[in-house]
């Protein structure tokens, strides 16, 4: 269709709508009757409901009218998408690969170390879990930009949960085949959710209570590791008095506070001169290679260990060992890990689809989410047998990796294949490092999750959003992770309700030159037609609801009726005409309501007339066979439609 | 305004619409701006919030601008709203409310004595709860037509759950105390939601869920009464061998069965000529009472209790004795007690509400549902300091009450005085009334419960409130009556979720002859604008759906496009317009996600753009300023506003 013919179809239109409004014999003409959909079948519906739920994206798609060997191949690819882009492979993607997958190794190596400590495991299990896991999800994810590896959030979540249960001094062996149990139950969720496409799931995640659990989180974090940066050795509630009466006697040494001081400031500006100009973004990121790299030099060299500066001592030489057997697949803790795990894995996809969809999102790329969570999970399970914990997408090392030009996740292989390295060679290296230092690497790296303007956002536009920020933030930083992720979560969730139970409700006027009826709060020019009250839902009318939006409606004509009387000159309202385009769906208890409702006035001898329900609406109208208790005719496709038809009859009812 | 100015506007509007689409340099004149509602007071905003949920039905409007002695006359007119309708009382009224107390007196007593006895309480009891809160409700109570006493269900429940707790038999006296306690607490309950407003929280218990928790219950009762009727004697869970054996023995009466199974034929009959002819709805509600009097009668005569036909036997001559020392207001039960009201005196509320309700809307009075919780609540306060247990609207009773013609709450006063007659003279002619005629009665009464018809309505419109209503059935028919009640009450609320987390879209297409924009689903008549495509979304865009939604659009324009490409001569999709009117809210997730959409639609060169935001969305996208990211100008009144500003600008692209 071209211009001319739609401009003559609007033509024809408005010469038709202005004749009607002439010849109100002619009216059936114009006035266009309310659709019914084509009745469905049951299991049909029933289907199409499951579809939309589940399978929203259509996941089969592809494999339509496919042979069979070429359904195969697509099956692998839908597994393993390395074999799709792969074959798509060529230098100049490896060139910005091996660029990215330097710079982020050279980031999350000392990471690693400091996070597996927040996690109360030996150091090398942090290099472990970068060097596995990444492998992994090369082969498996769809991502091109995530960064993939242990990350601070979740490993304080692990240690602190994992604490709960075992003592990580004195039951360490116990706690580390607790902490593998638990990533074995991670990845199990993971892939799970993934399989069952109950992805949605994590949707009840809202931005608003991860960026306050975030933040809480971090503030945890830096709060921790004070002490570290103190030089305060580590105590935890469960240690004896003697351990706590030495590691007050070793606190406060100056040079740990020394070294860290100076070393966080370096950091910190390293940072500054990353946001400052974008050019410089690998400066934040191998700043602390860096510091981690001049430090343990300077340990070594005025051997400060022996001054009370806490060194990393011991972290084992060589790749990850099998696991397979500290995994407690049955017992008392089989259930404490699976229960450590569900936690700590919801946590983790979160954090990784949020990830993967922002940068998805930039580059123009669509990511399945419950493929992702499948590869994730892959990877979490691979990782528990291989001495990892749980690891995820940093956002951080993502965030870098995307600056640094990364084209496909072999970023994350070459960054894998550099721990490797690490893992089996340099690691006795890392002997002197202060652990002041890595408390200032982790204290950097958490600060950039406390986002302040997004909160500041929040509050800005919704005040609800920020009440349950708030409540995910103080709930974990004087509570508990756990608590916190409670408390944001009845917030969102009360939220909807609340919603749902008080719908907002409007009156509507005429947009003056136009057949337009809108909210008056909204569009204040707009006028009420006289002897009929318009009146629109805002929310599909269920039983939470359905008393509340009758006895609305009912208050709406009660005060019109008390302002028709005040004036002079007004006929009293005639009509009751309800906009139902916002009502998205009705239950039985909706429509006993609109029965009410249509009784009640019938007794106040106001007609009820309702404009625009939707298909559903529609259809359950039409089977409560409520349709034919107001009258066919009394239901209109638009509010001008249904006020032109009111008007006539309203003039002769006059004296 | 008279109907010439109306239809000279329509006529100015229509042929300005009609030249805009000449002149395109013109349009800016007749294209409407979105209005943003006056930037509110955050306090202001707060308190609208909260009146429009706590306070929506304003209960202090009448409060307003009166002296203070008013005000004092008015504020006890609120609580005792007798001395309101009081005022206006008459001798015509008196006849109506005479003959309709009487009625239900006659239909009470037999019922009363045995809903006592589902509550495993003396019969007595049963009489005392039709004396004392009968005459508080006329009191405090604003429905006109409930009539007030012992219900089947509720007295199941209590009977139910006071069991778990205290063998009736064994531990009679604590479990007496327990009731009392459960009752006061009910009360407690009642009136706190009430008072602190929270009214709406009974709204949760959807039709579909009551419908199935009757039905269930019914089928319950009447399975347990199918006991009493066979003449096996009552044996609870906890009995021991000595009382099995002895009912097992017992068993099988004979002459039990025979006038259980006679009277069972003429009850089920008087209701049938009830049902036949409104005229005769006296006939079903004093047939208890003949049944009641006949049976006792020729028990008497022939001694058919040496016969092994169970008899009341002993029935308390005498009004309520105080039971104010007897509540437990600390130990153990005291917390058992509360639990068990909590959920006793929810049942009760949703009962007496939806009655209330019923009536009113039949006689179009308003009915406070807070105010009514108080004067429920106060009721069974009182009630449980006098020896009554909970008490509240009967369905059955209200609907007679109704029918025989009351005008007022004085129908329950004279109830009530004849209860108290009864008590205080006729108990003791109750001692040889067969126990068979009470099962009789109360298999008679709740199989009214049973609505069959509703639940096929339910399946017929809604499937979901049907598996509600099945839920809720089975729950209490195969587990208890706590499990019913928390499936129905958890699929609703999934059902809800559901909505909020998977909304519908639909694509839109013009209407043929006028300016409308509609579901191509539901109008298949209507035609897709070649360039553009309008997409609706029909929900608040929360973060439980913000990415599906996202999502789903963009799918819908791949679908599109790729419909377009296969077709000849059609321009690509350069417009996105997404239909705003049903999106009655957005969160931070959901202004996220429109941004998601916009950076993905700019990356395709395809412009978005917004029709008819509602208020409160409008706000919010300005405090975002995503209204400045998408430009002021793409944000429309309407579609058709939308559409014809695409149109020019479509062509211009055109080669």
């Known amino acids: 269709m071209d211009r001319s013919t739609e401009e003559a179809q609007t033509k024809e239109m408005d010469i038709r709508s202005l004749s009607s409004s002439h010849h109100h014999s002619q009216s059936e003409r114009y006035i266009h009757k309310v659709g019914v959909p084509p009745k469905q079948n049951l299991f049909k519906e029933f289907r199409e409901t499951l579809k939309e739920t589940f399978f929203a994206d259509d996941p089969l798609r592809p494999f339509k009218d496919r042979s069979r060997s070429q359904k195969f191949i697509l099956g692998i690819q839908t597994i393993f998408p390395i074999f799709e882009w792969g074959r798509k492979y060529n230098l100049k993607k490896l060139r910005g690969d091996l660029i990215a997958g330097l710079t982020i190794a050279s980031l999350c190596i000392p990471q690693d170390i400091g996070y597996a400590k927040l996690a109360n495991l030996d150091p090398q299990y942090g290099l472990y879990s970068s060097f596995v896991p990444p492998l992994i999800y090369a082969f498996m994810g769809s991502s091109r930009d995530i960064a993939i590896g242990p990350v601070a959030v979740v490993s304080l979540l692990l240690g602190t949960m994992l604490q709960n249960e075992l003592d990580p001094i004195n039951e360490k062996a116990q706690y580390q085949r607790l902490a593998f149990t ?48 103190l030089g305060i050795k580590k105590f935890t509630k469960k240690s004896d008095i003697i351990s706590v009466m030495h590691s007050v006697v070793a606190s406060w040494n100056w040079q740990t506070i020394a070294i860290g001081a100076s070393f966080l400031s370096f950091l910190l500006f390293a940072k500054f001169i990353g946001k400052k100009n974008k050019k410089f973004f690998w400066v934040p990121a191998i700043a602390p290679l ?71 999102a930039m580059k123009d790329y669509q990511l399945d989410g419950n493929k992702e969570m499948v590869a994730l999970g892959a990877m979490n399970v691979v990782g528990s047998m291989t001495s990892c914990y749980v690891a995820t997408g940093s956002f951080s090392r993502s965030a870098v990796n995307f600056m640094a030009g990364c084209e496909t996740a072999v970023s994350n292989i070459i960054m894998s294949c550099v721990v490797f390295l690490t893992l089996e060679f340099i690691t006795p290296l890392f002997k002197y490092t202060p652990n002041a230092i890595l408390a200032s690497i982790i204290i950097n790296a958490v600060i950039g999750l406390i986002d302040i303007g997004a909160a500041t956002l929040l509050w800005k536009i919704d005040k609800f959003d920020f009440v349950a920020c708030m409540g995910a933030f103080f709930g974990v930083v004087f509570s508990s992770v756990e608590i916190g992720l409670l408390i944001a979560v009845s917030i969102s969730f009360a939220k909807i309700l609340l919603q749902v139970t008080r719908p907002r409700t409007a009156i509507l006027g005429k947009v003056p030159r136009t057949t337009v009826y809108r909210n008056i709060q909204q569009y204040p020019e ?15 009318i269920y039983f939470s609801n359905s008393n509340y939006v009758k006895e609305r409606i009912l208050r709406w004509l009660e005060d019109e009726e008390e302002e028709v009387k005040a004036a002079t000159y007004q006929p009293r309202i005639q009509f009751l005409i309800v906009e139902m385009s916002p009502v998205t769906d009705i239950d039985t208890s909706g429509i006993h309501a609109l029965e009410g409702l249509h009784r009640s006035l019938e007794k106040r001898e106001v007609q009820l007339i309702l404009a625009n329900p939707g298909p559903v609406v529609m259809d359950k109208l039409h089977a409560s066979s409520f349709t034919s208790l107001i009258g066919e005719d009394n239901i209109f496709l638009t509010v001008a439609d249904a006020v032109s038809s009111c008007a006539p009859k309203l003039v002769e009812e006059q004296p």
């Open 290 to 360: 860096i510091s981690v790299i001049l430090s343990t030099f300077f340990v070594y060299i005025t051997r400060a260990d022996k001054q009370g500066v806490q060194i990393v001592k011991n972290i084992k030489k060589g790749i990850n060992p099998s696991s397979v057997n500290e995994i407690y697949f049955s017992g008392d803790y089989l259930l404490k890990g699976f229960r450590i795990g569900v936690v700590a894995g919801m946590i983790g996809l979160t954090e990784a689809i949020a990830i993967g969809r922002t940068f998805a």
């Open 526 to 540: 707009a006028t009420k037609v006289p002897g009929v009250l318009i009146v629109r839902v805002d929310s599909a």
């Open 182 to 229: 638990a990533t074995f139950f991670a990845g199990i969720t993971q892939v799970t959710l993934g399989f069952f496409r109950l992805g949605f799931l994590i949707d009840f995640l809202s931005h608003a209570a991860i960026v306050g659990f975030m933040g809480g989180a971090a503030v945890t974090i830096a709060l921790q590791q004070l002490k570290g940066f």
